[in-house]
């Protein structure tokens, strides 16, 4: 087996990051909540359709549960 001994390589033992990486997940995270955000203020009609489905899923999801909830009480758990 050949000895590595003639090999030149130099350590490098900095503490620094040696090479940043351009975008970051987070970036890109905020980058495309950034444009999405513009894109619905453009458009406020989506604007309000987004939030009364949401407002409506989770007002349905809210009376679910207490019905559930208070079924499951009458009639013992």
């Known amino acids: 087996m050949k000895q590595i001994q003639e090999i030149g390589i130099r350590p490098d033992f900095s503490l620094g990051v040696t090479g940043q990486l351009e975008t970051t997940p987070l970036n890109r995270w905020q980058k495309w909540i950034k444009i999405r955000l513009a894109h619905l203020c453009a458009s406020r009609r989506e ?30 758990w």
């Open 47 to 76: 604007l309000l359709i987004s939030a009364a489905a949401t407002c409506g899923i989770g007002l349905s999801v809210l009376l679910i549960s207490y019905l559930f909830l208070v079924q499951l009480a009458a009639y013992g």
